[in-house]
Nanobody, 118 residues
């Protein structure tokens, strides 16, 4: 069973940047062998997939609205997943979760809040 813990959330102005981190642990869970994803949930809305990255970090896919602004990356030596969020928009305000696997269906961490407002 994997345990995921996100960090790095906070408040930013529109156009600002925030970098999220996620550390994975768990007996029998091999981080370097698993695709990983970021998902988010805005107030009053459902869970939304944001971006996914293959186990070796060679291929990623992202939601159209974040392409060119958000960059997903990982450091397998540190069992860590990252999301660099640039040119933030008000509509990016949400709780952000790190998730096991490709897509939004895997085990998630408790999340970290990102709030974008002027």
């Amino acid at each position: 069973q994997v345990q995921l813990v996100e960090s790095g959330g906070g408040s930013a102005n529109p156009g600002g940047s925030i970098r999220l981190s996620c550390i994975a642990s768990g007996y029998g869970f091999e981080f370097s062998q698993n695709a990983m994803s970021w998902v988010r949930q805005a107030p009053g809305k459902g869970l939304e997939w944001v971006s996914s990255l293959t186990a070796d970090g060679s291929y990623s896919k992202s939601l159209d609205s974040v392409k060119g602004r958000f960059i997903i990356s990982r450091d397998n030596a540190k069992n860590s997943l990252y999301l660099q969020m640039n040119n933030l928009r008000v509509e990016d305000t949400a709780m952000y979760f790190c998730a096991e696997g490709w897509g939004k269906g895997g085990t998630r961490g408790p999340g970290t809040q990102v709030t974008v407002s002027s």
